[in-house]
RNA sequence: GCGCGGUUAGCUCAGUGGAAGAGCACUACCUUGACACGGUAGGGGUCACAGGUUCAAGCCCUGUAUCGCGCACCA
């Protein structure tokens, strides 16, 4: 059925945006999944969020857009094919194939694998326009993100610089700092003593420097001792050498403010090339940088001949050992600190110093401001202060990865002037007059430089995000004019993880400013992140993640969406559980069997519904859906969206079929043919836009509903004729329809008394051990005339046979009662009675009356109460309290006849 | 260390100052002509704790505890 109507929408064109339409636009860009990843439960909730949002527009009468796509996800990609082609056997190492062979490699992979998760957002009913669809590494993408490279370098924006950065071991590549997950970890603190030296070059004997370190293997590579220039203990150490064991070379002590005297023994380490604080430390005091941990993670030849080769891990062990043999050790503490590990790797951090290239970011303080000022909103309001927090410490951003799969820097370098391959910082702004210059050595450009064979181009290609922060204008067709980019930007609504607000949102609003001159969103919904039952993040190595589309096989689609967005709750976390989604399934068998039932009914039906034959639940039910119109599109509105799938449930299940359905069989099973038919036009008016309210959550059973049930029959093509999709959504009643049928406030109260009356009859059953299916003579005795129908409803629903309505009844002894404001309802049990039990169950009632009398007078008779609570709620609590006092007065009564 | 969340029924969560709610689970009964992926009735909560504001607090304020998440160069 799913796929059916998925193919029949896109055969219609249903999903294609146009922009030439006169309608209103509203557009949602998707946060483009990795081109080669799998569907996840994070998707599905992102995504089902977003069709919501996108088929309720439709309905509405907007011209949407939902733009869908891909990115090559640098890292990730490269390396799973690097991995597959090394477990083939085809290479060990990438450069065993060469940059272009390799990058036809992963071509190959994406053709093969990529777009399989767009597949299954189609199974999911994403209506994403599909003629659209883009891919970050598309040509007219790739010549967007060049240009925009181009521009702000030669803005003096982006620049060259050699730093020290977050280096990836594994990957080989340097990350920014948002890529850098800290994780706390038990770990050690190894203290380690360096002898003092005289004058003479000679170590001291019995003076040493004690420094406490977390990464002893570092010490290889020490160039320093520091101590705070105020710290009276070592003031006559500085300006004179210790002597670093292993090494075996003098090292200065040096003073910096930067050292805290409180933490350890006041002494530090130096290893400028190896942590950062040491390197800045190291700028100042101009001391040398010793490389001696290697870019693959593994020790250099500068830390010695013992060590060379050793994977950093190994190395430390190795380093501790040979500290201890030759007593250099002086303890080993056990120690909490913070590890940096690669988001993408999971490895621990290596600190790095390379060459790289980073970015100031543009347009910082109009993006600040626009979503300080609310003129981008944040749903929930609350990361609103975390993007602000960031935004005012801005770092610049390491932009180049040290990859082949992605965009490679439209740089290049002059070849006779770098020889021995290191290339000129280019740090230095270019002159901002625009094209490169003749005569220069760095050549940064759309095209290549006119004699390519004088140049060599930078091998490093750019962060993804580098190309993602511009996926809200760059998928229009920017920079170019044309009508898609003028309808459609900036887009309306962007539906995203808080987990990728510095890396994408924060930098997609700088890049919207810089480049649009206009933000690229209104609105921005977090989603919460999905948890297992036990609350763990889900994870492929942890296996605690559903396929979704097991699940789709399993329950269905809508399910799977209705059930996520049922208890997805506001911005918070959730926990997933196979059982939402059966809740979901539920749902959606409740739905057909309720609509199976109207198709079962014969007769006659009218089209339009006739307010003389209206019911008094008929009325109930007309006014229960006006609710639920209000309510969920108010919710919709404010983005509360599983509170408007709870109301959907609540509405449909709870009042619709666990009342009005069952009600209306009265009429149903009756004879009067009119009313009858008029039952079926107001059935028929309340499934119909039942279905049209569920259609943004359960876009696949209300179409087969819609359209199986005829309710497209009368209406024109482009407006719910040809699907359900177009069909207008819902809107509350209004005040002549309302007058029209007669619904008023006065029917709630009055289907709610009988309901309870109803609920209390069936609970006398309960009580007296009378089996649900069997009938059982009611008598009532109603305090005003009642209706034939309204007979045969209380017959009905109590399973009552017969059902004598006798205004004169008076009841035997002990005979089990209702007593309520429609009337009296009795279980004539001739015999049969269990006084005791009937005793009990009365009594128990009158002691809660009691209660919530005491309660209410407590508070009416307290005098500052009644003197400054306002009106309405003084009025609420009287009347209140006069409902308890008439219900305690009947009950007494029933308990009083039992005494008799 | 700073910041942001959470703490309400056995579980997952709603509840944005005026009678403690839903789904699931639980108990009992019921295969009755839409639905057992169902129906009916029921049991179950000192709203983390302590103060405060208010006529009125799950909700507002101040602390505390606890769990989680960010940010932060303490080796």
Not at 311 to 329: F, I, N, P
Not at 695 to 720: A, C, K, Y
Request: include cysteine.
């Amino acid at each position: 059925m799913a796929s059916k109507w998925y193919q029949f929408w896109r055969d219609h064109g249903c999903f294609v945006a146009d922009p030439q339409s006169a309608k209103p636009p509203y557009s949602i860009v998707i946060p483009p999944p990795n081109v080669t990843g799998v569907l996840t439960l994070g998707h599905v909730l992102n995504n089902t969020l977003q069709d919501i949002l996108a088929r309720l527009a439709r309905m509405q009468g907007k011209e949407v857009l939902w733009l869908p796509g891909t990115d090559h996800a640098g890292i990730a990609t490269q390396s799973v094919v690097e991995r597959t082609l090394r477990k083939q056997g085809v290479i060990k190492h990438r450069d065993d194939l060469g940059r272009e062979k390799f990058l036809e490699q992963v071509w190959e992979w994406k053709e093969k694998h990529g777009g399989i998760i767009i597949q299954q957002l189609k199974k999911l009913g994403c209506s994403c326009d599909w003629t659209r669809e883009r891919f970050t590494l598309d040509p007219q993408y790739s010549d967007c993100v060049q240009r925009v490279f181009v521009d702000l370098y030669r803005k003096g924006l982006i620049y060259r610089g050699k730093r020290m950065v977050n280096w990836d071991p594994a990957a080989r590549t340097a990350l920014s700092d948002e890529e850098v997950i800290m994780t706390e970890e038990k770990g050690h603190l190894w203290h380690i003593q360096y002898p003092c030296l005289g004058d003479n070059g000679q170590p001291l004997p019995g003076q040493f420097v004690i420094v406490a370190t977390t990464r002893p293997e570092t010490m290889l590579g020490d160039e320093a001792i520091a101590v705070n220039p105020k710290d009276e203990r070592y003031q006559k150490l500085v300006g004179r050498q210790v002597w670093l064991p292993l090494r075996n070379k003098p090292i200065p002590v040096i003073a910096d403010e930067l050292v805290d005297p409180k933490f350890g023994t006041g002494c530090v380490k130096v290893t400028p090339a190896h942590d950062p604080a040491d390197y800045e430390m190291a700028l100042r005091h101009h001391l040398p940088f010793t490389v001696v941990i290697g870019p693959n993670g593994h020790m250099t030849n500068e830390g010695g001949a013992d060590f060379a080769g050793l994977d950093r891990m190994e190395a430390r062990q190795a380093v501790v050992e040979k500290l201890e043999a030759l007593h250099y050790l002086v303890k080993i503490e056990d120690y909490v600190h913070n590890v940096g590990y690669s988001e993408r790797s999971h490895v621990p951090i290596e600190p790095y110093l390379s060459e790289q290239w980073f970015l100031k970011y543009p347009s910082v303080e109009v993006s600040t401001q626009a979503v300080e000022k609310g003129d981008i909103k944040f749903h929930p309001e609350r990361w609103a202060k975390t993007y602000g927090h960031w935004m005012h410490q801005l770092k610049d951003w390491c932009i180049s990865r040290q990859l082949w799969w992605g965009h490679r820097i439209p740089v290049w370098y002059r070849k006779d002037k770098n020889g021995d391959g290191s290339h000129p910082d280019a740090r230095s702004p270019q002159t901002a007059s625009g094209s490169p210059q003749p005569g220069q050595d760095v050549w940064c450009d759309l095209l290549p430089p006119p004699d390519p064979e004088n140049w060599t181009q930078d091998t490093d290609v750019l962060d993804t995000w580098f190309s993602s922060w511009l996926w809200p204008f760059a998928t229009l067709g920017w920079p170019e004019p044309n009508p898609t980019l003028h309808k459609f930007y900036p887009t309306a609504d962007l539906v995203t993880g808080p987990d990728i607000i510095f890396f994408w949102v924060a930098r997609m609003i700088m890049a919207g400013y810089e480049y649009m001159g206009q933000k690229p969103f209104g609105n921005v919904y977090f989603t919460g992140i999905i948890r297992d039952k036990q609350g763990r993040k889900m994870s492929k190595s942890l296996g605690n993640s559903p396929d979704p589309l097991d699940l789709i096989a399993q329950f269905g689609a809508d399910a799977l969406r209705f059930g996520i967005m049922r208890s997805a709750p506001l911005g918070q976390d959730l926990l997933f559980d196979d059982q939402q989604v059966e809740l979901g399934r539920n749902f959606c068998n409740k739905l057909w069997n309720a609509c199976r039932f109207r198709q079962m009914q014969s007769g006659e039906t009218e089209d339009e519904i006739n307010p003389a034959l209206l019911t008094n639940d008929d009325k109930w039910i007309l006014l229960r859906l006006d609710a639920a119109i209000r309510e969920i599109t108010t919710a919709l509105a404010e983005y509360h969206f599983s509170e408007a799938a709870q109301v959907i449930y609540r509405f449909f299940w709870s009042e619709y079929c666990d009342w009005y359905i069952e009600s209306s069989k009265a009429t149903l099973n009756g004879a009067d043919a009119a009313q009858k038919a008029n039952t079926l036009a107001v059935i028929d008016f309340v499934l119909s836009h039942t279905l049209r309210l569920f259609h943004p959550f359960l876009p696949f059973i209300s179409e087969e509903l819609w359209q199986g049930m005829g309710f497209n029959q009368e209406l024109p093509e482009n407006q719910g004729g040809q699907t359900i999709m177009y069909a207008h959504w819902p809107k509350p009643f209004d005040e002549a329809f309302l007058t029209n049928y007669g619904l008023d406030a006065s029917v709630d109260r009055l289907i709610s008394e009988k309901h309870e009356l109803i609920g209390q009859g069936r609970n006398l059953r309960r009580e007296n051990s009378i089996a649900s299916n069997k009938k059982v003579k009611f008598i009532f005795k109603p305090v005003a005339a009642w209706a034939d129908r309204e007979a045969e409803v209380l017959k009905l629903l109590l399973n009552a046979e017969p059902l004598v309505i006798d205004a004169q009844f008076t009841p035997q002894k002990g005979t089990p009662t209702v007593r309520s404001p429609l009337g009296d309802l009795f279980l004539p049990l001739e015999g049969l009675i269990d006084v005791d039990a009937e005793k009990a169950r009365l009594t128990k009632e009158l002691a809660k009356t009691a209660t919530e009398i005491e309660r209410s007078e407590q508070r009416l008779n307290n005098p500052a109460f009644t003197q400054k609570a306002p009106p309405a709620v003084l009025e609420d609590h009287r009347k209140r309290l006069a409902e308890w006092q008439e219900k305690q007065q009947r009950v007494q009564a029933a308990l009083e006849a039992l005494n008799r």
